[in-house]
Every structure is written in C-alpha cells, then in structure tokens.
C-alpha cells in the first residue's frame, strides 16, 4: 500500500484529505506543522507529499527545500487562491504539482495519483534514450550525464525524457506542461522555466552556458543535439 503523508495545519482539512485518500486506497500520516512534517518524512519515507504552504514552524516552502535536497518524492503542493508567488517558488524548488485552495478532495487525489504514476509509469518497453552523453534509462528512470548519474524529481526526469526523445525539436512551454502532465491542466508556463532550472543544476553544475538543454527565445526550449 501506498503511503502519503499529508501536512496541512487545519485539522478540518487534513481530515477531509485523509478521508479521501484512504478511501482511494492509500495510506495516510497526517503531520500539523512543517517540523512535523520533516520528522514524519525523515522517519517514514512515504511515497508521496502532500504539503501545504502555509504551515506553522517551518514554512511549507522551506519544507519543500528540506526534502529536496535529498529526495526526489513526488511533492503536491496546497496553496491559498491569490498566492501565485508562492506556488510559483514552490514548483521551482522542485514540487511536482499543485491545487489551489478551496479544492475537491477528488481533484487533490487524482493529481496524487498522476504524479505516483509519473513515478512508476511502466514504460512501453525497455526502452533507453541516448542523447550526446545523455543516457536515459526509461524502465529504471535513471539518467546519467557523461557518465555522472543525476537524481531526477519525476516531473525533471519526464520534462528532459520528452526534450532527449527528439533533440533539436524546440517545444514551447505549454507543449512542455502537456507532454510532462499527461492532460491538459490550467496552464502555467512559469513553473517550466523553474523545471528546467532544477533540470540544468542537477545535469551541470557549476557550468555558465547549458550545454544540454538550450533556451530558444520566445519560443521556449530544445535539447541541444549535438552539434553545440
Ligand atoms: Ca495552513
């Protein structure tokens, strides 16, 4: 069984949240505070996140920082309605998804659901993509870069999987947002420019023009194909 852990402070929702999870097959751990929140994914590794932003002690951005520094766990964001900064750091340090408050518990859970899959989405076949030096393995969703092996959330790991599949093709960021989402969702093109961000870190470090995923201006972005 599948666990989410759920941090949200008000206990209404988290109940709510809870109920609707486990009715949908999950198994819940409800934390009231970020510092909980941390605790209860450090002790429990749970499979999915499901994090408000507003939380008290530690901040739910901060928490999202926390936990990415050395997980890749799928992260769904709740935010209050208006909050776009926030969503918007939330998704570019890395959360896989959000839902604005007020929200259906169904929609919250389908988007749980969509980014598990994400996760262990079985591939077509076993099948392996080789971009220059960029290896994807599909079936175990492992890249390495010149041989370095690089930790992928699951939405950076589909965004350069759709990029490595045809490189040179220039996508704009609402074909990105669709090819990563799998259905169409309200659109957010911002949150693809803090995708690749965390993309480039992770695949060069360190390194002043990226060699591997190329900004095409006002359009959106390609992988490069090799002639760079
Ligand atoms: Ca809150």
Redo the contacts with the bound molecule.
């Keep these: 069984m599948r666990t989410i852990l759920v941090a ?3 206990p209404q929702i988290a109940g709510l949240v809870r109920d609707y999870l486990e009715h949908a097959g999950f198994a819940v751990l409800v934390a009231g505070d970020g510092a909980a929140a941390l605790a209860t994914f450090r002790a429990r590794r749970p499979d999915a996140l499901v994090l ?1 932003l ?2 008290p002690r530690v901040d739910g951005l901060d928490v999202v920082r926390a936990i990415r520094r050395d997980s890749t766990v799928p992260i769904v964001i709740l935010t209050a309605r208006g909050d776009e900064t926030d969503r918007v750091t939330g998704l570019e340090l890395g959360a896989d998804d959000y839902v604005v408050k007020p929200f259906s518990p169904k929609e919250l859970v389908a988007r749980v659901r969509a980014v598990l899959r994400r996760v262990d989405a079985p591939p077509p076949s076993d099948e392996r993509i080789t971009a220059g030096d960029l290896e994807l393995d599909l079936a175990r969703r492992r890249v390495t870069a010149a041989g370095r092996v690089v930790a992928l959330t699951p939405t950076e790991f589909e965004l350069l999987a759709t990029l490595a599949r045809e490189p040179g093709r220039v996508w704009t960021r609402a074909q990105l947002l669709d090819a990563v989402r799998g259905f169409s969702l309200e659109t957010y093109e911002r949150a693809i420019d803090g995708h690749i961000r965390n993309l480039r870190r992770k695949l060069e470090p360190g390194s002043g023009t990226p060699r591997y995923v190329r900004t095409v201006h006002g359009v959106g972005y390609a992988l490069a194909d090799g002639e760079a």
Excluded: K, T, V, Y
Aim: glycine share 16%; charged share 65%.
């Design positions: 949200e402070d008000e408000d507003g939380l």
